[in-house]
């Protein structure tokens, strides 16, 4: 069954928006994401990455490294934000 508008919320805190965020682009970047198996599966990647994109400000921010880092490690620990 799906909601009515067709789509899905998916809750995040906010270091697992910045983490996955981060590494969506550095897997592109290098190239590590595998190539999609059909074309849908590259478009989903986008999407999500898209629509972190619209609720994080930190990628533009100078300390961004710094603060991809912070949330990697609290992410780790246990103790996310």
């Known amino acids: 069954m799906t909601p009515d508008d067709g ?3 998916i809750r995040l805190t906010f270091d697992e ?3 996955l965020f981060d590494w969506l682009h550095r897997c592109e970047d290098l190239g590590a994401v595998v190539g ?3 074309q849908a599966d590259q478009i ?3 999407n999500l990455s898209a629509s972190l994109e619209r609720k ?3 990628p533009f921010q100078p300390e961004y490294g710094r603060l991809v880092n912070e949330a990697r490690v609290r992410l780790a620990e246990g103790r996310s934000a």
């Open 17 to 19: 928006a910045l983490v």
């Open 56 to 58: 994080l400000v930190q």
């Open 44 to 46: 989903a990647l986008w």
């Open 36 to 38: 999609p198996e059909h």
């Open 7 to 9: 789509s899905v919320t």
